[in-house]
């Protein structure tokens, strides 16, 4: 079946310093979603990329949506200590049913030393 | 954006009886929405589809009759954990499927079940 593969796993940094994530996978995506979990809380949508090649910014978050739409990448800049969280990516594929279920990465988690 | 609401955010119950938990899209419709439960530290495992009107779509591994979903209304969908026992303690979250010109979903807060 489809999946994707997200790197790192973890990542410990301190703060100010700029952090970057990826997805990539073995199948194409007519969408990319990127969402932040809080312990104890439900996913919150960051950046929504629908289209190959964009790059969209959301404040100090940047993505982009790869141009053989099999990958992705998020950035965030000058981290904060509220940055810290786990982060997923997530793939629409939008095949026969259209179904609109999501593929997801297996997280990374970002820890902020002040 | 918008804004995708469960209720209750947290239930304990005893061994035997049944849940229901809410999920709600506050400001737009949502034909679809989704059914997932996370463990500690892994990534969110969809249950089910929730399709408004129709019957739900449960993935492989999922029992359709320990988990009821009902979609009644194009902003409201329920999950029934019934006769619950404490392997189904878990974090549940739904999703909201907003398709407009765009295809994207949301999530709520979550659900925190303890059977004991």
């Known amino acids: 079946g489809q999946q994707l593969n997200q790197s790192p796993q973890s990542m410990f940094i301190q703060e100010g310093e700029d952090v970057s994530m990826n997805c990539t996978s073995s199948?194409?995506?007519?969408?990319w979603l990127w969402y932040k979990q809080d312990p104890g809380e439900g996913p919150v949508l960051l950046i929504a990329?629908?289209?190959?090649?964009e790059l969209t910014s959301n404040g100090r978050l940047t993505a982009q949506f790869g141009i053989t739409r099999k990958d992705s990448f998020l950035n965030i800049s000058a981290s904060i200590p509220s940055d810290v969280g786990i982060y997923f990516c997530?793939?629409?594929?939008?095949?026969?049913?259209?179904?609109?279920?999501?593929?997801f990465g297996q997280g990374t988690t970002l820890q902020v030393k002040p | 954006g918008a804004v995708v609401s469960q209720h209750p955010s947290w239930v304990i119950c005893k061994s035997g009886t049944s849940v229901k938990i809410e999920c709600r899209s506050l400001?737009?419709?949502?034909?679809?929405m989704f059914w997932y439960r996370q463990f500690p530290k892994q990534s969110l495992m969809l249950m089910a589809t929730?399709?408004?009107?129709?019957?739900?779509?449960?993935e492989q591994g999922v029992e359709k009759d320990k988990f009821l979903i009902n979609h009644a209304s194009l902003t409201l969908s329920t999950l029934t954990v019934t006769s619950a026992h404490p392997e189904d303690s878990s974090f549940y979250i739904c999703?909201?499927?907003?398709?407009?010109?765009?295809?994207?979903?949301?999530f709520g807060p979550g659900t925190r079940l303890t059977v004991l």
């Open positions: 999703s909201a499927r907003k398709w407009t010109s765009t295809d994207t979903q949301y």
């Open positions: 199948s194409i995506f007519n969408t």
């Open positions: 990329l629908y289209k190959a090649g």
């Open positions: 997530a793939g629409l594929v939008h095949g026969s049913g259209n179904t609109g279920k999501l593929i």
């Open positions: 400001d737009f419709q949502a034909t679809t």
């Open positions: 929730s399709n408004e009107g129709s019957k739900a779509t449960y």
